[in-house]
């Protein structure tokens, strides 16, 4: 039987960072999808990279601090391997057509600055020179210049490239069946190709993590939170930065998922391909992907009022994808099994892409026995407490 130091299940951008991370560690990797590479909900999503939409406050704060850490570990992939993934630091903008939400987007934006974030509430005269698409009657508007966009597929791909050509192996649709956990390390039972053991199981498998740990008698409360994009065509209307209606953040925090209704709050993202990507939506409705219209107008209805201009644009496409959340709306990262030979990485819910890179760093430094500042937080035993 083949044996591993690791074996990581997901090519999703959990997975890509944490494989990476494992190799620069120097253990000997074997990468499994029972799909393609990064088929789950990272092909099916914004690429934003945001430490805008996050509170410095309360057990929340652990994703503020986790977001500045893991842009450092984006900036170090791009150094290290190249910008392959349209990796762009463009900046972000919350704005808010309501003038009672002035204060409170102000305070977000002093919570930050005292912090060390580049952050600024800008002078009306400055609106449209930093974010020309918005209403010209916006009240207010926050400026993260700092905040950073990605093409999720792209990372994914390029990290592959880089680690299939270190010698990593790599298993492309071939699903983990079996997980038979021993003294020694665990064995791995899969659908096509021979059984392999390995010191370590990585699961990166996002809202299907649960499935592979029931068998074990493990449970994880993975949540899929449905999201929808709507696609519009290429056109000259300028995009400049990341722009989100400053509603969208309590959007993301109230965790219901007793509620099917669909939640929407406008984001805008120009993409390099001139396309412009209208979000989103959060909806709980199980592991239902199918795009439902009557959401994706409510997202355009939200997104016109912001930036009027994307009225005169057709849309070409609408996706959806399922944000893995858990009841706390804080990640599930590290060991989940007695003997610490089993762990999960997921729980990212809807700023997956932002932590892909601390959450690969954390991996990394907990399977060679070095601390995490945010393995407490994050630690997936919490649920079983
Ligand atoms: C509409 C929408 C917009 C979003 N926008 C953003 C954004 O702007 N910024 C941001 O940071 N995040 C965003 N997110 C969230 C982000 O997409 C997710 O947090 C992230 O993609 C989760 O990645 P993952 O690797 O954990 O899971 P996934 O990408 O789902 O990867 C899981 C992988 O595991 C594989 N797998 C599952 N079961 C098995 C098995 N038994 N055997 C082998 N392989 C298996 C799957 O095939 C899949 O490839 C958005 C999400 C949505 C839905």
Redesign the pocket.
């Known amino acids: 039987m083949a044996s591993y130091d690791a074996v990581v299940?997901?090519?999703?951008?959990?997975?890509?960072f944490a494989s990476l991370h494992l190799a620069d560690a120097g253990l000997k990797l074997l990468v499994?999808?029972?799909?393609?590479?990064?088929?789950?909900?990272?092909?099916?999503?914004?690429?934003?990279?945001?430490i805008s939409d996050k509170s410095p406050d309360g057990p929340m704060g652990l994703l503020f601090d986790m977001t500045l850490d893991s842009f450092k570990h984006w900036d170090a992939m791009i150094a290290a391997l190249g910008n392959h993934c349209e990796y762009d630091r463009k900046g972000a903008t919350l704005a808010t057509l309501d003038p009672k939400q002035a204060g409170a987007l102000r305070k977000q934006v002093e919570s930050h600055t005292a912090l060390g974030v580049h952050a600024e509430v800008l002078k009306p005269g400055d609106f449209h020179r930093v974010e020309p698409a918005l209403h010209p009657q916006v009240a207010a508007v926050g400026w993260w210049p700092d905040d950073r966009?990605v093409q999720?597929m792209l990372a994914c791909y390029q990290i592959a490239r880089h680690l299939r050509a270190r010698g990593v192996d790599y298993r492309f649709y071939?699903?983990?069946?079996g997980i038979e956990p021993g003294a020694g390390g665990v064995s791995l039972r899969?659908a096509a190709a021979p059984d392999v053991s390995c010191e370590w199981l990585v699961i990166?498998?996002?809202?299907?993590?649960p499935?592979?740990l029931k068998p074990l008698g493990i449970s994880l409360p993975i949540l899929p939170?449905?999201?929808?994009?709507c696609v519009l065509e290429r056109s000259t209307l300028v995009v400049k930065t990341?722009i989100a209606d400053f509603a969208y953040n309590a959007l993301v925090e109230e965790i219901d998922p007793d509620d099917p209704r669909p939640h929407t709050a406008a984001?805008v993202?120009g993409t390099q391909s001139g396309t412009i990507l209208c979000?989103?939506?959060r909806q709980f409705v199980g592991l239902d992907q199918a795009v439902d219209m009557e959401v994706l107008k409510l997202i355009m209805r939200d997104c016109v009022k912001l930036v009027p201009g994307l009225a005169d644009l057709r849309a070409i496409r609408g996706?959806?994808?399922?944000?893995?959340c858990t009841p706390d709306g804080l990640p599930a990262i590290g060991p989940i099994d007695d003997r610490d030979r089993i762990y999960v990485?997921?729980g990212?819910?809807?700023?997956?892409?932002?932590?892909?890179a601390a959450t690969g760093a954390m991996i990394a430094a907990l399977l060679t026995g070095k601390p995490s500042p945010f393995a407490l937080g994050c630690d997936p035993r919490r649920f079983s407490k």
């Open positions: 299940v997901g090519t999703g951008i959990i997975g890509s499994v999808d029972r799909n393609g590479l990064a088929a789950g909900t990272s092909r099916a999503s914004d690429g934003n990279l945001l966009q999720p071939d699903e983990l069946l899969f990166c498998a996002g809202v299907w993590t499935h592979l939170r449905k999201g929808q994009i990341k984001i993202e979000g989103s939506s996706y959806a994808g399922l944000r893995p990485a997921t990212h819910e809807g700023t997956g892409h932002g932590l892909a």
